[in-house]
């Protein structure tokens, strides 16, 4: 298992936590779920219309 995007992504945490306030990083944050989400909807989608040109 390859950790090194783990500690990339620590780093990015800590980092971005000293520069923001609680405020901030909790905006930051629900946007960045919300970007997860809808990245894992395209995705799931491009899935189900690649099945659907296989067929």
Known sequence: MDCSNLYFL???ACKISECLSED???VLSADLMTLAD???SILARQAVC???VDK
């Open 10 to 12: 620590s780093t990015i």
């Open 50 to 52: 690649d099945r659907k």
């Open 38 to 40: 809808m990245i894992e």
């Open 24 to 26: 901030e990083l909790a």
